[in-house]
Nanobody, 115 residues
Framework: QVQLVESGGGLVQPGGSLRLSCKAS????????MRWYRQAPGKQRELVAT???????EYADSAKGRFTISRDDHNLTVDLRMDNMRPEDTAKYFC?????????WGQGTQVTVSS
């Protein structure tokens, strides 16, 4: 049974930092892309960052220069380091892992940026 479990969410002040982590279990196939998405109340889920199996990273414009995605294929984890956070970063963050023909989602972790 495949499980993705996120951790590291919480409350942070504007300008602060958080590190989210997502650990997968039960995936035996090659994982190609690992991604972080977020969904704010009343809004659609949006892609925040991607890291490919080859280590190529891509970020949403809102995340560029502030967020850093990284992966560890040995431990099946993907992390998202978020710096200089803004109130508009408030959302539920979800990790996503993609194998050939299948993608898996975590349950999400809440991030709130507020003073």
């Amino acid at each position: 049974q495949v499980q993705l479990v996120e951790s590291g969410g919480g409350l942070v002040q504007p300008g602060g930092s958080l590190r989210l982590s997502c650990k997968a279990s039960g995936i035996s196939s090659t994982i190609f892309n690992m991604r972080w998405y977020r969904q704010a109340p009343g809004k659609q889920r949006e892609l925040v960052a991607t890291v490919t199996r080859g280590g190529v990273v891509e970020y949403a414009d809102s995340a560029k220069g502030r967020f850093t995605i990284s992966r560890d294929d040995h431990n099946l984890t993907v992390d998202l380091r978020m710096d200089n956070m803004r109130p508009e970063d408030t959302a539920k963050y979800f990790c996503n892992m993609q194998t050939l023909g299948t993608e898996y989602w975590g349950q999400g972790t809440q991030v709130t940026v507020s003073s």
